[in-house]
């Protein structure tokens, strides 16, 4: 450092200096104190020997960082790239030199130059003494600007045990060598660890970059056009073990080539990923998204659904990657892939890409290239048909031949089996290729998880059931507003387990008058409460859905009555429909 001239006027006396390495002029201002408030002496100096104070004479020199940027670049010495006793050093000097004394502390922004540095240990952990602190690290691109960090031994760079959030990255590339893990991230606390941005990142060869833990916190993490490469085997890039980590957003921001697991939940965390690319690396069995076998599934609450939300991803699954992998079976997953390009075309026509539990919600909406999509399901009879699991698919689906080609154990409760959905896919239906009930042998067309039953009646009284639309009604003479309700209609249910049951009214006529109103209740056999109410105007169609719950048919029968209100025609005629879920 080259001392061109020191003020006679200023208060602190200033001490202008040429930086020979960073070609920069740097001020320094006098002080007496160091940044823990204890005298300054020759030995504290050696020992904290960044060049960020300095002596001049007999007299100490602490370097001024204009619009609240400590610039690196003026105190690296890059003959030693060993950065990381200077970062520790310049984090906390950052930390103290904020502004704000009480709760959250504002930091100083750290630039760090062009160049590719080395460190060695932790940089922040509860020694450090930087509680509640909200930092900026900032490089000149992660191309540019790269900090390798290869420990020995599996280390964090980041052991964030409650103690800082509200923080960003930006533009800096971090390498490590397998061992090396980005953040321990504990929620809760003072420091409530959450809200942490990266922008422009890139991480290489990282074991893990966030393995999120506590109860409390750790929502709105955020990655913005960063790129995560080349993960080791036995990676798992991102532990999900804390119920509040939600809210995490992932734009722009590519995966690629790893070999490890993506995202392993423990907790049910929230993920939105918007674009980018997922890519997977050809070597033994890789995971996407993993719900772990030791999850909680008392932390999967209505509140964390669904836990994926992905839109506008490219992926590229190869050899024996698997997209989902649900290892708990009391674990209520759910997850919605829009506009996905889904990577099947390299797959190995052996493995099966979903491979999942009993229960669960899975929707593909206009996704493409399921080439070599085949689905798993280890279904326990005990409860499983209480909710099965469902697989819908919008507007465009794999070919039925791969979802035949599935797997699924035998369930001797057939309510159990798994559910998927086409919705506008040159079909619209619901199919269950793995099981159904006797009930439904007879049926040429594919096995079908829901029944319509319709029925209508000639004023002879000849019922009749059909398995589509018809023009006959159901007539019932009830008297010109006769108080008390009236039977309408029976059904027969079929012997099989029923998860749901509505009623359609529709097609209303009544005897030529328009617009008359009737209360509606539908009752089960020997079931004194309704099941059912509603209130029905004839220029409208109602549509009610039995509250039921689960139940098995039994020989059962569903009875509808009504009730004039407003009427003027002794006849009402209506088309019912009874659509059976089971």
Known sequence: ?????????????????????????????????????????????????????????????????????????????????????????????????????????????????????????????????????????????????????????????????????????????????????????????????????????????????????????????TFRDCKIKDAPE???????????????????????????IIFDFYAGSTISYYQGSIISKHTTEKIIFRVNNVADPNKFGSGNSPQLQINGVRFELRDNTKLIKIDNEDVEFSAKFDNCGMGGYNLDTSIYTIDIKGKGNFIFDNCTNYQNFKFKHQVRNADSYLHPAKIKFINTCPDLELINNGSCNEVFNTGGYPIYVFENCGLNSYYRPFGRDTFFLNNDYYKISKKIISKGSRNNGTIQEETSVVQDRVYADLG??????????????????????????????????????????????????????????????????ANTGYFLANNDKIHIQVETIEAWSQTLGIKVFLVVEY
Not at 21 to 30: A, D, G, H, T
Not at 240 to 257: C, G, H, K, M
Request: hydrophobic share 35%; glycine share 8%; net charge neutral.
């Open 1 to 221: 450092m080259e001392t061109i001239y020191t003020t006679t006027s200023a208060t602190p006396k200033v001490l202008v200096t040429h930086n020979p390495n960073s070609k920069e002029i740097l001020n320094y201002e006098l002080v007496t104190k160091n940044l823990d408030g204890q005298d300054i002496t020759d030995l504290w100096i050696d020992e904290n020997n960044y060049k960020i104070y300095i002596k001049d004479g007999s007299y100490y020199y602490k370097a001024v960082f204009h619009d609240n940027v400590i610039n690196l670049n003026n105190f690296i010495d890059r003959n030693y790239p060993d950065i990381t006793k200077l970062l520790q050093f310049v984090i906390k000097m950052a930390y103290q030199l904020s502004q704000t004394t009480n709760g959250w502390k504002e930091p100083l922004k750290i630039k760090i130059p062009t160049g590719k540095f080395l460190v060695t240990d932790t940089l922040i952990d509860t020694s450090l003494d930087v509680n509640a602190g909200k930092f900026i690290l900032e490089g000149e691109g992660y191309q540019n600007t790269i900090i390798k960090f290869e420990p020995n031994t599996e280390k964090f760079l980041f052991n964030n045990d409650k103690i800082f959030g509200y923080t960003t990255f930006s533009n800096i590339g971090f390498i490590s060598n397998g061992s090396g893990k980005f953040m321990n991230a504990i929620g809760g606390g003072n420091g409530n660890a959450q809200s942490l941005l990266f922008t422009g990142c890139s991480f290489n060869y990282f074991k893990t970059i966030l393995d999120v833990t506590g109860d409390t916190m750790m929502s709105e993490i």
């Open 234 to 260: 036995n990676s798992v890039l991102f532990k999900l073990n804390n119920p509040q980590a939600v809210n995490w957003r992932f734009y722009s921001t590519d995966i690629e080539n790893n070999f490890g």
């Open 480 to 545: 010109q507003n006769t108080v008390g309700y009236k039977h309408l209609v029976s059904f027969d249910l079929p012997n099989v387990p029923i998860h749901s049951i509505k009623i359609i009214f529709d097609k209303a006529w009544q005897g030529g008058y328009g617009g008359q109103t009737y209360n509606v209740k539908v009752l089960k056999t020997n079931t004194p409460d309704p099941i059912a109410t509603g209130q029905l105007n004839t220029s409208n169609k109602l549509e009610l859905t």
